[in-house]
Structure formats: C-alpha cells, structure tokens
C-alpha cells in the first residue's frame, strides 16, 4: 500500500506551514460535492467530522447488490463502477469519479442494495452512516433534497440501461 | 383479585407481632409522657414549697430519666413503624407489578408506560410511608389524648370540660375541608399522569422533536398541564393552610380559657399553683397528639384516594391462568393444532379474524401469508395465546387454548415477534430468557439451561455465529476473569507474528515500541503501558507530580498545553449548539458532559490568552491533549516533530519510572496480555487502520484461523455472548436482534414454533439459513406456524393459509395453490416481478 494516499501524507503542511488536520482535508473535498454544497461551512464541518475515510484496491467490491449497508460513500480519489449483476454476467451501469457521491439509498433506509459498485483503480472514499446522516438531514433537509435529485436521475438512467439490456437479450438469447 | 383489595387489608393481615409489639412499646411510651407531669406537680408542691432538697433531687431525676426513656422509645417506635411501613410497601409493590405483568396486551397499548412507572413509584411510595403508622399513630395518639384528659381531669374536672369543650367544633368543621381537598388530590394525581405521559411522549419522540425544533410546542403541551396543577395545588394549599389555621386557634383558646379560670380558682384558693403549672403544661402536649391526629386523618385521606386511583388504573382482570390450580408438572404437547371458527374482534366490532378454520397434525408446518391487514399476524398471536378470543376454538391436543396455563403454553409454545424484544444486559442473558423463565416456577421440576455447545450449535444453525465472534474479538478480557485464556492469546499472537508480522508491517499499526500509535491517546503512547496504580491512569496524569516534573524535563509540557488548546478550541467550535446529542461527541476528545467546562476555558483564552493560566485550566487542557488519539480525533493534527518528541519520551518515561516506581506500569512486550485492548488487538498486538476495510478482513480473517487452529474460537464466541447489548438492544442492527429472537426460541425447543414475520429484517444468507434449518431439522419434529412476507419461503411449507380480510380464501400446497391461478398466483406474480 505505498500509494500516494500513505499515512505520511497526512501531515503534509499547509501554506500557513502548519499541519492540516484531517477534518479540514475532508470539509474540502466535501465542498466539491454538489448535493453537500448548500450547506453552511459551520454545519458541512460536522459532517467532515463524522465521515471516515475508507480505501479499496483496483477490483475490490465496496458493495456487492442484496448486501445490507449503512453507509453513502464520496469518491475522494480513484475510480469505480456500478454494474448489476446478473446469472451469467454483469451489466455495466455507471462509473464514479472523484467527488461523486453513491449508495445514498442505504442512508434512507435500511435496504439491500440494488447494484454492486466495484473500484476499478486504487480507491479512496469518505463514508458516511445512516444514523449521522438522519440525525444531520434532520437539521438540513435540503441535502437530502439535493440528493435524492441526483440518485432519482441516476437510477432513472441506469433502469434504461437496464431495459436496454433486457431488451437486448431478449432479441439475442 | 388484588386490585379490589382494600387498603387496610394490607396492614391488618401482616406483621401481626411485629404491630402488637409496637402498640406495648407506646402504651409504655405513653406512661412515659404522663409521669413528668406528676413530678413536676410534686417538685412545684412538694420539694420547692416545703424547702425540700431531697425530694427536689428524687423528683428531677426521675423527671429526667422519664424523659430519656420516652425519647429513647420513641426512637424505636419510629423505627419499628418505618420498618413495617416499607415491608408492606415492598410487599405491596410486588404484588401489583406481579398483577399487572399478567394484563392482557391491549391493556398496555391504551396505558401509557409513565403511568405505570409513577403509581409503582412514587404514588405507592407515600402510601408506603402511611401504612407503617397505619395502626400504631392512631393509638398511640388517641391513647395519649385520653390519658392526658384523665390526668387533666383528675386534677381539676371543671377546668378540664371546659379545655375540651374547642374539640367538637374543630371536629365538625375539619372533615369539610378535608372533602373538598380530597377532591382536589384525586384531580392533582390525574394530571401529574397526564403529565408524566406528556414527558415519557416528549422522550420517546425527541429525535422528531429536535428535528422540528418543535421545542416550543412541546413545552406547550406541559405548560398545560403545569399550570393546571399549579392551580390545583394552589386550591390544595388553601384548605389545607385552613386546616392548620383552625387547628391552631382553637388550641390557643384553650390557654386563654385556663389563665381566665384557672387564675380565679388559684386567686380564691381552691386550686394550687403546682397544679395549674402542671395543667397548663398538660394542655400545651395536648396539642402534639392532637395534631399528629389530624395530620394523620389528612394522610390516610391521602393515601386513601392515591390506592383507589392506583387499583382502579389497574382493576383489569388477566386473561389466562398462570399457574394450574393443583401442582403438577407441565403438560407436554404433541402439538396437534385445530382451528374451529375462530373469530377474533377489534374494539367489539371489527372483524379481525372471521371464521378461521384451519387443522394442522403434530411436526405439520403452516405458512400463513397475505397482504399486510389481512389478518394474519393477530391469528398468530391468538394462537402464541397473546391474544384472547371469544369466538371459535383453538383446540391444541384437544384442548382449548385459552384453558390452557401460562405455565403449559410457554413450555409448548415458543412465539417469535417480527420486532423481538432485547432487554438491556448481555447477549446470553437474551438468549436465555425464555429458558430462564422456564424454571423460575418452584412447582416444576428445573430443565437444565442449554450447555455451551447447545447455544453455539443454534447459533450457528441461525447463521449468527459469524456476529458472536466479531462480538468476542472486540471484547475487553478483565484480568480477574480471563487470566487463562488470554494466556492461550499470547500464545496465538506469537504465531500469528511469526507468519504475517513481516507482510503486515505497513497495515497495522504495531504495538512496536519504536512506532508511534496513532489509534491509542497521546498518554497511552507515553506510557506505553497499563497503569498498575490510579495516579497513573489517563486521567490522573494531568495531577500527577511525577509525571508533570517528567514531562518538562521532557520538554513535553509547552508542546502538550499547545495541542490541548488547539483541541479546545477546534471542538468547541465545532460541536456548539449540538451538546445536547451525545450522539456528535462519539470521536471528540471531548465528552458531552465536560463541554460546558471546555466552552468557558476557549472563553477565557479568546479573552485573556494563554499567559498566566491558572493551574485547573493547564491540567483541563494537559488532560485533553492525553486524550487526543491522531487518527479517531480529526479535529487537530500532530506534528511529525511532536510525533518523534513523544517516541523519545517514551523511552524517557520507561527509564524514569523502572527507578522511581518500577510497579506502577506493565509495559506493552509481545508477552504481555493488553486488557485495555481487544481480543482482536491482542492478538495481532496492534490497531488495524480504519480506512483499509477490505485488507482488515483478510487480517481478521486470519486471526480467525489462527484462533481456530489453536481451537479457540468457542472461547472467543463465550466472551462475545457477554457483550452488553444497550437499552432495547440498540447496540445491535435490526437483524442481529431478530436472530437473538429466534435463537432464544429454539433454545427453549418449544413443540409449536410460532414465527410472526421473524426472518423480515436477515440478508438473504441468514434468511436461506434459517429456510434450510426449518426444512431439515424442524421438519416433522415441530409443528411450525409462519407468517411469511416472502413467497419464495413457503414453497416446501405442507400447508399454506392465504388470508384476505381476517379470512382464510385459499389453502393448499404451493403448486396447488399456483395452479389455481387465485389470490396466491397474484401475489406470488407480484413479488417477482417488482424486482
């Protein structure tokens, strides 16, 4: 694991030349989210608080579909996949980049998940848990709005993807 | 039934010798309070008239010895009365609760639980304090009245009617104010339940009420009810200051009665002035029994209103027979079940059931499924007998359900809710409930619980082993406890070094003493080690001398108040305005309870700096920066400097105390077990990094071998049964207590196996697990009723009932039923096709 996301990196001063602490690390890449944007900087602070970061190597499932989870994810570097699996094979269905946002369903409630989401290149993410997000969307529903708009316009894409698949093997097979 | 019982029967019909040995000790107390009078008639008369020294001696002492031993058995009355007192409430407050236990189950979804808490507790705690002097303050006082009076009348007749002649009024004149003051008691206790409930409400729904920041509303809601007994307590003050106020005049007539009379009969010579001492001092202790009287009358009142709106709460009768009526041992069922036009009605009215019919043979097995309010799960809990009917029979082995014992039916019958509940404790205190509870019946011969291997062996067929290990691997082991097996761990950490030490080296984060730890706080990583001794816990240090005197010779000191500022101030920043949810404070340096304190040092410091702080500031903030543990607490970074500064004094630390105190730390060396850390920790002898989710696994998942290897993974699993699981079993997610539910009926074997929608919150794995083991083992043995929420479980099930409107509309065999193309096909088409 001698990434460029190693522990000494963590240290690495800022121009002030004072070390950065992690909550400041993670409130930046935070605001590079659009859902968390609109949140005043005092509050997106306490989410940088309670989010962790998690790392995966190229391949490694971060979830796999019919898994219960807790937890929505930010890509902080790296990239990953969305793909449904299926008997035979697998659909592709989306790819994350950085500051994207995914599995937000499970913060809504405790659902299995619907897609498995793969890394597809060393992956770092900061996460987020149900019972922080329920207790911060409580002071802020806006987020859970804003986030919502994203995941409905996401899964409405990936349904056509799927129906295109059917479609498709319904044809062929 | 007790709740028809009257209040007095508790005080009449126990602790009969202990109450008439208390009524002995007042009539001699009572001798005790009229003696002095004498004497002091006789030391005015006899020893100060007649210049007699020797009598004045005599009568003084036996004045004062009378004194001492009136006080001296007053003592012991009271003694005796608070003891028989709480003995009665004690028993009392067992035998309600042991009544209300038994309450049919809707009686509690109308009965608020704060009503229930405030007439156990503090309602029948006043009571309680009546009851003791039930008996004894009534006699003790008329008694005294009487022998006073006699006294009295024995010295002067005259001046004795007239004294007495205030009483009658008072005695017509306080009952009425005691009447319209009982009727305000009975209103002050209806609201303080309404009130109660308001609160217990407020509690239950705080997370909708901080949402809403529906603050105001809710101290509305208790402004309400506040101000109501403000008013009613307002109108109880005023009769009851009445009371007293009439109480009071007239026993100060009585004196102005005496001086008038009594000084003419002295002036003419026909009473002597030792005797009208004697009198007046009479009538004045006339004046303690007398209130005690009243106060008395005013409390049985009390207490009388409190009992009845208790019984009455509770005057509900149970619906099913506890225990057989002869002793004898339970029956053992073969679990034949025979449903006969069962109906079940809602509020008198609504059909929840309708005519139910079903027969299902001993080892049989019925799915009963349909949309949800069709019925379904109130027909098992009807036939779990949770639920009482009316209508209809439920016939197992032929007999009817509703005759059948408690005591039959939960050694029968083992009924798995949908949402189990956990009590607060461990997880095998859960396991066992129902075992537990099996053998808490003297009359019946004791089942012995299920040994280690019974549990792991349902544990595992349930698919929860899995949890109870992880469970067992984060456990803090105590030294007292477990000196053996973390033996046997160290033993494990050794091989476990051996064979993944060198790949690990870069994923865990080593108790290596040339490492710094970032998942342990800044003193652990000084200390590096296990205080022996309390001045040199964590919390301690800030105020240990030593340590203080180590750590500026360290040049530690400067550096550490620095970082504990800087902690201040950024979580206190942070975390403002949130301190009322302990929830935020799970990785601060700062607990919720010390944040106030915090708060007012970042004031302090933004106000005056950090110049000349007063010592308690230097340790609060000393012992924050202790606390600090770099990768949990994001809210401050270390230098790599400071980083390399603290390495250096561990070494520093290690020299100095192996002079000053070599005891009071057990250093971190590969041989020695860390208590303060886990199973897990112990083993691979460090923290794993919370970021690398997927390598953590294959590390667990190594320990796991290892501990399998050396055979120790039941070992593990026992200590992971004993984790606390937190009130309700928060602790646990949805699925881990719907496992605690099911395992905790297997364990008990029950010969009907009731399953209400109990595999709804399990993953897929857990769920076709626990499918497999109702298919196999279960299968014949126990006859099993499930109410299933997914199709695709019923397929093997031999019978299955699809319920519609609290009606059975179709019954058979999953291909039958699919063939008909009816209610079931829908549904079974349905659930397909939404996914």
Same mark, same amino acid.
């Given at each position: 694991?001698?990434?460029?996301?190693?522990?000494?990196?963590?240290?690495?001063?800022?121009?002030?030349?004072?070390?950065?602490?992690?909550?400041?690390?993670?409130?930046?890449?935070?605001?590079?989210?659009?859902?968390?944007?609109?949140?005043?900087?005092?509050?997106?602070?306490?989410?940088?608080?309670?989010?962790?970061?998690?790392?995966?190597?190229?391949?490694?499932?971060?979830?796999?579909?019919?898994?219960?989870?807790?937890?929505?994810?930010?890509?902080?570097?790296?990239?990953?996949?969305?793909?449904?699996?299926?008997?035979?094979?697998?659909?592709?269905?989306?790819?994350?980049?950085?500051?994207?946002?995914?599995?937000?369903?499970?913060?809504?409630?405790?659902?299995?998940?619907?897609?498995?989401?793969?890394?597809?290149?060393?992956?770092?993410?900061?996460?987020?848990?149900?019972?922080?997000?329920?207790?911060?969307?409580?002071?802020?529903?806006?987020?859970?709005?804003?986030?919502?708009?994203?995941?409905?316009?996401?899964?409405?894409?990936?349904?056509?993807?799927?129906?295109?698949?059917?479609?498709?093997?319904?044809?062929?097979? | 039934?007790?709740?028809?019982?009257?209040?007095?029967?508790?005080?009449? /019909?126990?602790?009969?010798?202990?109450?008439?040995?208390?009524?002995?000790?007042?009539?001699?107390?009572?001798?005790?309070?009229?003696? *002095?009078?004498?004497?002091?008639?006789?030391?005015?008369?006899?020893?100060?008239?007649?210049?007699?020294?020797?009598?004045?001696?005599?009568?003084?002492?036996?004045?004062?010895?009378?004194?001492?031993?009136?006080?001296?058995?007053?003592?012991?009355?009271?003694?005796?009365?608070?003891?028989?007192?709480?003995?009665?409430?004690?028993?009392?407050?067992?035998?309600?609760?042991?009544?209300?236990?038994?309450?049919?189950?809707?009686?509690?979804?109308?009965?608020?639980?704060?009503?229930?808490?405030?007439?156990?507790?503090?309602?029948?705690?006043?009571?309680?304090?009546? &009851?003791?002097?039930?008996?004894?303050?009534?006699?003790?006082?008329?008694?005294?009245?009487?022998?006073?009076?006699?006294?009295?009348?024995?010295?002067?007749?005259?001046?004795?009617?007239?004294?007495?002649?205030?009483?009658?009024?008072?005695?017509? +004149?306080? @009952?009425?104010?005691?009447?319209?003051?009982?009727?305000?008691?009975?209103?002050?206790?209806?609201?303080?339940?309404? &009130?109660?409930?308001?609160?217990?409400?407020?509690?239950?729904?705080?997370?909708?009420?901080?949402?809403?920041?529906?603050?105001?509303?809710?101290?509305?809601?208790?402004?309400?009810?506040?101000?109501?007994?403000?008013?009613?307590?307002?109108?109880?003050?005023?009769?009851?200051?009445?009371?007293?106020?009439?109480?009071? $005049?007239?026993?100060?007539?009585?004196?102005?009665?005496?001086?008038?009379?009594?000084?003419?009969?002295?002036?003419?010579?026909?009473?002597?002035?030792?005797?009208?001492?004697?009198?007046?001092?009479?009538? %004045?202790?006339?004046? !303690?029994?007398?209130?005690?009287?009243?106060?008395?009358?005013?409390?049985?009142? !009390?207490?009388?209103?409190?009992?009845?709106? +208790?019984?009455?709460?509770?005057?509900?009768?149970?619906?099913?027979?506890?225990?057989?009526?002869?002793?004898?041992?339970?029956?053992?069922?073969?679990?034949?079940?025979?449903?006969?036009?069962?109906?079940?009605?809602?509020?008198?009215?609504?059909?929840?059931?309708?005519?139910?019919?079903?027969?299902?043979?001993?080892?049989?097995?019925?799915?009963?499924?349909?949309?949800?309010?069709?019925?379904?799960?109130?027909?098992?809990?009807?036939?779990?007998?949770?639920?009482?009917?009316?209508?209809?029979?439920?016939?197992?082995?032929?007999?009817?359900?509703?005759?059948?014992?408690?005591?039959?039916?939960?050694?029968?019958?083992?009924?798995?809710?949908?949402? @189990?509940?956990?009590? #607060?404790?461990?997880?095998?205190?859960?396991?066992?409930?129902?075992?537990?509870?099996?053998?808490?019946?003297?009359?019946?011969?004791?089942? *012995?619980?299920?040994?280690?291997?019974?549990?792991?062996?349902?544990?595992?067929?349930?698919?929860?082993?899995?949890?109870?290990?992880? &469970?067992?691997?984060?456990?803090?082991?105590?030294?007292?406890?477990?000196? /053996?097996?973390?033996?046997?761990?160290?033993?494990?950490?050794?091989?476990?070094?051996?064979?993944?030490?060198?790949?690990?080296?870069?994923?865990?984060?080593?108790?290596?003493?040339?490492?710094?730890?970032?998942?342990?706080?800044?003193?652990?990583?000084?200390?590096?080690?296990?205080?022996?001794?309390?001045?040199?816990?964590?919390?301690? =240090? *800030?105020?240990?001398?030593?340590?203080? !005197?180590?750590?500026?010779?360290?040049?530690?000191?400067?550096?550490?108040?620095?970082?504990?500022?800087?902690?201040?101030?950024?979580?206190?920043?942070?975390?403002?305005? =949130?301190?009322? #949810?302990?929830?935020?404070?799970?990785?601060?340096?700062? @607990?919720?309870?010390?944040?106030?304190?915090?708060?007012?040092?970042?004031?302090?410091?933004?106000?005056?700096?950090?110049?000349?702080? @007063?010592?308690?500031? /230097?340790?609060?903030?000393?012992?924050?920066?202790?606390?600090?543990?770099?990768?949990?607490?994001?809210?401050?970074?270390?230098?790599? /400097?400071?980083?390399?500064?603290?390495?250096?004094?561990?070494?520093?630390?290690? %020299?100095?105390?192996?002079?000053? !105190?070599? #005891?009071?730390?057990?250093?971190?060396?590969?041989?020695?077990?860390?208590?303060?850390?886990?199973?897990?920790?112990?083993?691979?002898?460090?923290?794993?990094?919370?970021?690398?989710?997927?390598?953590?696994?294959?590390?667990?998942?190594?320990?796991?071998?290892?501990?399998?290897?050396?055979?120790?993974?039941?070992?593990?699993?026992?200590?992971?049964?004993?984790?606390?699981?937190?009130?309700?079993?928060?602790?646990?997610?949805?699925?881990?207590?719907?496992?605690?539910?099911?395992?905790?009926?297997?364990?008990?074997?029950?010969?009907?196996?009731?399953?209400?929608?109990?595999?709804?919150?399990?993953?897929?794995?857990?769920?076709?697990?626990?499918?497999?083991?109702?298919?196999?083992?279960?299968?014949?043995?126990?006859?099993?009723?499930?109410?299933?929420?997914?199709?695709?479980?019923?397929?093997?099930?031999?019978?299955?009932?699809?319920?519609?409107?609290?009606?059975?509309?179709?019954?058979?065999?999953? %291909?039958?039923?699919?063939?008909?193309?009816?209610? $079931?096909?829908?549904?079974?088409?349905?659930?397909?096709?939404?996914?």
């Amino acid at each position: 694991m001698n990434s460029p996301l190693d522990q000494q990196k963590a240290f690495e001063p800022d121009v002030k030349g004072r070390s950065r602490c992690e909550l400041d690390k993670n409130l930046d890449l935070l605001r590079m989210v659009p859902a968390f944007s609109s949140i005043p900087i005092e509050r997106l602070k306490v989410y940088a608080y309670l989010s962790n970061r998690i790392r995966y190597r190229a391949g490694e499932f971060v979830f796999r579909q019919g898994e219960h989870g807790n937890l929505g994810y930010v890509v902080v570097c790296g990239k990953a996949q969305a793909i449904r699996e299926l008997k035979s094979h697998s659909i592709f269905l989306h790819e994350f980049n950085e500051s994207d946002f995914f599995g937000g369903f499970a913060l809504f409630a405790d659902a299995p998940r619907i897609l498995s989401v793969r890394a597809t290149t060393n992956l770092e993410c900061l996460t987020i848990d149900r019972e922080t997000f329920q207790k911060l969307f409580m002071q802020f529903p806006e987020v859970g709005i804003k986030m919502l708009d994203v995941m409905v316009r996401r899964l409405i894409e990936m349904e056509e993807k799927l129906m295109q698949a059917r479609a498709d093997e319904c044809t062929y097979g | 039934m007790i709740s028809k019982k009257p209040l007095f029967s508790w005080v009449l /019909e126990r602790f009969r010798g202990l109450q008439i040995l208390l009524i002995l000790l007042i009539l001699a107390a009572i001798f005790l309070r009229v003696f *002095p009078l004498e004497m002091q008639k006789r030391i005015v008369n006899s020893a100060i008239a007649m210049k007699n020294m020797n009598a004045l001696f005599l009568y003084c002492g036996l004045y004062l010895g009378a004194v001492v031993l009136a006080g001296l058995f007053k003592y012991i009355i009271n003694l005796l009365q608070g003891y028989i007192g709480q003995k009665i409430l004690f028993e009392m407050r067992a035998q309600i609760y042991n009544h209300i236990l038994s309450l049919p189950l809707p009686f509690f979804r109308r009965t608020p639980p704060g009503m229930v808490i405030a007439s156990l507790t503090s309602e029948l705690s006043s009571i309680g304090e009546f &009851m003791g002097g039930a008996i004894a303050v009534p006699i003790i006082n008329i008694l005294t009245l009487l022998s006073f009076a006699g006294y009295m009348a024995y010295l002067n007749p005259l001046l004795a009617v007239l004294s007495f002649s205030v009483y009658p009024v008072e005695i017509l +004149i306080i @009952p009425v104010l005691q009447k319209r003051f009982n009727h305000l008691n009975r209103d002050r206790i209806d609201v303080n339940r309404s &009130m109660s409930n308001v609160i217990g409400e407020a509690i239950s729904g705080m997370h909708e009420i901080q949402g809403n920041a529906g603050y105001e509303l809710e101290n509305r809601k208790l402004e309400r009810f506040s101000a109501r007994l403000f008013d009613i307590r307002q109108h109880m003050n005023k009769f009851k200051f009445l009371t007293k106020f009439a109480n009071n $005049f007239f026993q100060s007539l009585g004196p102005f009665i005496l001086f008038i009379v009594g000084g003419y009969l002295t002036i003419q010579g026909r009473f002597d002035l030792g005797a009208l001492v004697a009198f007046l001092s009479a009538y %004045e202790k006339l004046y !303690d029994p007398w209130k005690e009287l009243m106060d008395y009358y005013q409390d049985y009142q !009390d207490s009388k209103v409190r009992y009845h709106q +208790i019984m009455d709460s509770f005057d509900v009768k149970p619906e099913f027979q506890r225990l057989p009526d002869v002793d004898r041992e339970p029956h053992r069922l073969e679990g034949n079940v025979d449903v006969k036009d069962l109906s079940f009605m809602a509020d008198g009215q609504i059909r929840i059931l309708d005519q139910i019919s079903l027969n299902l043979n001993a080892g049989e097995q019925l799915a009963l499924v349909g949309l949800s309010g069709s019925g379904k799960s109130t027909l098992a809990m009807v036939l779990g007998q949770l639920y009482n009917y009316s209508i209809g029979h439920v016939l197992i082995d032929g007999v009817e359900l509703r005759t059948l014992t408690r005591m039959d039916v939960s050694h029968n019958i083992g009924y798995v809710a949908q949402y @189990p509940f956990i009590f #607060d404790g461990t997880i095998l205190e859960n396991l066992l409930y129902a075992c537990q509870s099996l053998n808490q019946n003297r009359l019946v011969s004791e089942r *012995p619980l299920p040994a280690r291997e019974e549990i792991f062996r349902v544990l595992n067929s349930i698919g929860f082993s899995e949890d109870i290990l992880a &469970m067992g691997l984060n456990t803090l082991l105590s030294p007292e406890r477990h000196p /053996e097996f973390a033996g046997k761990l160290i033993a494990v950490r050794e091989s476990f070094f051996h064979r993944w030490g060198g790949e690990l080296a870069e994923l865990v984060d080593f108790f290596d003493v040339n490492r710094f730890q970032y998942y342990t706080s800044i003193a652990e990583n000084i200390i590096f080690g296990h205080p022996n001794r309390k001045p040199y816990e964590s919390e301690e =240090l *800030p105020t240990n001398n030593l340590f203080q !005197d180590f750590l500026k010779r360290a040049d530690l000191h400067g550096p550490l108040l620095h970082l504990g500022e800087e902690l201040a101030m950024s979580t206190v920043a942070l975390l403002k305005g =949130l301190e009322q #949810d302990d929830f935020f404070f799970k990785m601060s340096p700062i @607990p919720a309870d010390e944040f106030e304190h915090y708060s007012e040092i970042v004031d302090r410091l933004t106000r005056s700096g950090r110049q000349h702080l @007063p010592r308690e500031i /230097e340790d609060a903030l000393l012992s924050l920066a202790f606390r600090f543990t770099p990768a949990l607490h994001k809210m401050a970074s270390l230098s790599p /400097e400071l980083e390399r500064q603290l390495l250096q004094a561990r070494n520093l630390f290690m %020299e100095t105390i192996s002079t000053a !105190d070599p #005891d009071a730390i057990t250093f971190y060396k590969p041989g020695e077990y860390l208590y303060a850390h886990s199973v897990l920790e112990n083993v691979i002898f460090g923290h794993l990094r919370m970021e690398q989710a997927q390598t953590n696994e294959r590390i667990r998942q190594n320990v796991v071998d290892l501990l399998s290897e050396a055979a120790l993974l039941d070992d593990v699993r026992e200590v992971g049964l004993e984790f606390q699981v937190g009130s309700k079993g928060d602790r646990l997610s949805g699925g881990q207590k719907q496992k605690i539910g099911i395992a905790r009926a297997l364990l008990k074997d029950p010969i009907i196996l009731i399953l209400d929608e109990a595999t709804a919150s399990l993953d897929n794995a857990s769920q076709a697990r626990i499918q497999h083991l109702l298919n196999s083992e279960l299968k014949g043995k126990n006859t099993l009723i499930a109410v299933a929420h997914r199709l695709e479980m019923v397929r093997d099930f031999d019978v299955i009932a699809v319920m519609k409107a609290g009606r059975i509309i179709e019954m058979g065999k999953y %291909e039958e039923l699919m063939e008909r193309k009816g209610l $079931f096909y829908e549904l079974a088409a349905g659930s397909t096709e939404s996914f």
